[in-house]
């Protein structure tokens, strides 16, 4: 707090007993922050720590309930994202706010002032593009560029406006590690020229490496202010949680089994104009493993989970194989009763019915594996609500489930206790299968620790897991071995201690080394390039 | 300015209880001024309307010849639209189930057998689930909206049954008016009771809205129906298809519209004749809805419903307005029962100038 406190007299925005309430609830309860000009700011925090709600208060977005926003020396109040942007302040959504069907130029234009023309506006963006190391066509179509260059789309847009200062929530969280520091590289232009930024994320190691000073928030209030290149990253961790993040533990050499979950050949059309084509995946997990899938999001991960837990059956009945017998016809069900579990990525109407109880939910995805203890009355199929509600609540007690009541919506429970509901939910069965996509996607540390553990637990119980992910930490943390999807291309896997973060990079961004001869005078070109 | 609607953190369970008792009361006091601006006494019309035909024993037997066929078709509705099934063409499906009910009586007229009913009542389920079938064929290969498909078939159903008892059907005997001859005592639904002309139709209903009731509550199909609904993508993960429930609530629903449908000409009416409904097939939709989409809220919605079709009738002949009343009333109820829930959903927000809160829902 001191440390605040000091530096306010010169600072280029400060903000104090910053307070908002959602209902009785304090998203934000008496915030203290201070950016000095030409600094990194970190606003590090677990979900629903208040980050989101702080910086939506900042850009206009939120209006808050106590406390003063001070720039430049005068208090001001910020109705909307408009005066956020008169007073110098730009924003970078974690999610687009793009029109696919529009140049990069046009999609500019739509946020500035009308009557400036479009060339003018593509020359600008282009040169500042070049000027900040941002490569970018104006007059390419949105729905051609990859998640990176759309990311660099929204910030030339903030950087138009000549803005003193960036806010940038997560904007790592969808690049590549080759594309993340072609961004800090741009951060550190625009500290040099005296911006400044304030840069939101949960990666410990990238704030430690870019940021000045950090700001930590944990249940809506600020629980430490300090020089992140000082702390160490389970110090952080700890200001985050609260409490020491338990280590994941892992045996060191599995003992790997029979071949549990393969797939030959697995070439799947795309559904939809904006979906991945999987091309030619191959994969074989053995009992005992744990095979983690890592790639930027939308190269082919939720069609190759579609695929695999038979949401979407493929044609070729051969080319997905469960202890094996050849599913690829089969359809989700067919496959549970093979003994798979699956968790998909999206809470929300994909795993779960928000507005559905737990116990509802737990007959989603058992009504038919678990037909004997779950239904009675024959053909009738009545519902045993008692049994049903009673393994929900063994459930929530194995998984540590925190929720009000004893048997609450979806809807009402934190990303992280549903998510740990949702794995409960499979590994209750004792799966000798188990493919989960995202399984820590916006789930906060303590939750996102006890998940890894189970995944690793159950595989060390001889089934064979795949996690599809887009953590890196995540994936070294729990993978026996890794193997990287791009364009709905799957590479083959290498035992995780092989892989070093710079080749998964490669991998990522496309570059498929391969033992074959005739593919690695290919890979040599395409890195000549 | 302008008003947004913002939505709430949660509904309250209160209101969702209160709310179709409330728009109710709404409904009756915009029905006083509308009868005050008629230069009628708004207190002696409203008892007319709706306390008076509750006083004989005769017209408590209309209202459930009213209310038999109304909760039969909502009760299949409930179904369709909780597995997002847009069903509008319930008064096509009944028309078309009381034609193809009415064959055994119109071209067999001479057949006598205590099978004749049971078989016309199983003919009328079969002709609305098949003619249902047409919107469900048509989404699921075609992708077409079903709120249109089906309520453009009522058109044809209706067409087809005009064609029919002016041509085909027609009685020869009938001195050129355009009706069948009238069914023989086998193929007529018998009064329940000696005081009135109340029919089985009512007793289908309950029952119908009993199974249905235990089917959503307790059964896997009413999980499933419910869990579609909601979301297709998790119905997709749970290992139910869509495309079948496309089918089966359609078809339920039509079924029951068919079963209505034979019903009323079978006990009510007694020979087919170009128009056979006063909108039941339409006013089902209210009833659905004002019954919160729940079997057993649809009964006693039913009977709200049946009594403002006895209301008109009742206040053409005692206070000389039109009969097009009932439309009225009808019409103002399912806007009260539509706008109090989404009342209970949202907030409304008046936003003067840019961005400018001045006035909200609450605080």
Known sequence: MTDARSVEAGSLLSVRGLTKYFGSFAACNGIDLSIAPGEIHALLGENGAGKSTLVKMLFGVLQPNAGDIVWGGSSVSIGSPGEARALGIGMVFQHFSLFEALTVAENIALSLDPRIPLAKIAEEAASLSKAYGLPLDPNSHVADLSVGERQRIEIVRALLQNPKLIILDEPTSVLTPQEADRLFETLFKLKAEGRSVLYISHRLEEVQRIC??????????????????????????????????????????????????????LSVAARTPFAVALKNVSLTVRSGEVLAIAGVAGNGQGELFDALSGEYPVADDASVSIRGQAVGRTGINGRRLLGAGFVPEERHGHAAVSDMSLSDN???????????????????????????????????????????????????????????????????????????????????????????????????????????????????????????????????????????????????????????????????????? | MRIELERRGSASPLFSVISPILSLLLTLVFGAILFWLLGKGPLSALYSFFIDPLTEVWSLHELAIKAGPLILIAVGLSVAYRSNNWNIGAEGQFTLGAITGSILPVLVPSWHSPLVLPLMMVMGMLGGALFAAIPALLKTRFNTNEILTSLMLVYIAQLFLDWLVRGPWRDPKGFNFPRSLDFSSDAVLPPLLDSGRAHASIIFALLAAVLIWFMMRYMLKGFEVTVLGRSERAGRFAGFSSRRMVWFSLMLSGALAGLAGISEVSGSIGHLQPSISPGYGFTAIIVAFLGRLNPLGIIASGFVLALTYLGGEAAQLSIGISDKVTRVFQGLILFFVLSCDTLILYRVRIIFGAGKTLAEGKH
């Open chain 1, 212 to 265: 000045d000073r950090a700001t930590v928030l944990r249940h809506g209030k600020v629980t430490g202010a300090c020089d992140p290149k000082q702390e160490t990253p389970a110090s952080l961790a700890r200001m985050m949680v609260g409490a020491d993040v338990a280590a994941v533990h892992r045996e060191e050499a599995p003992q790997l089994g029979d071949v549990l979950i393969e797939a030959k050949g």
């Open chain 1, 362 to 529: 737990l007959l989603l995805s058992r009504s038919r594996s678990d037909r004997k203890s779950f239904l009675s009355g024959g053909l009738l199929s009545v519902i045993r609500h008692d049994a049903i509600r009673e393994t929900a609540r063994r459930i929530c007690g194995e998984m540590d489930v925190r929720k009000s009541g004893d048997d609450p919506n979806a809807a009402s429970l934190s990303g992280g206790n549903l998510q740990k509901f949702i794995i409960g939910r499979e590994l209750d069965r004792k799966p000798s299968v188990l493919i989960v996509n995202q399984p820590t996607w916006g789930v906060d540390a303590g939750a996102a620790s006890r998940i890894r553990q189970a995944l690793i637990d159950l595989a060390r119980a001889g089934s064979a897991v795949i996690v599809i992910s887009q953590d890196l930490d995540e994936i070294f943390e729990v993978a026996t071995n890794i193997a990287v999807i791009s364009e709905g291309k799957l590479s083959p896997s290498y035992p995780a201690g092989e892989l070093s973060l710079e080749r998964i990079g490669l991998l990522m961004g496309g570059i498929h080394d391969s033992t074959r001869h005739d593919q690695s005078a290919q890979a040599e070109a395409a890195l000549a390039h």
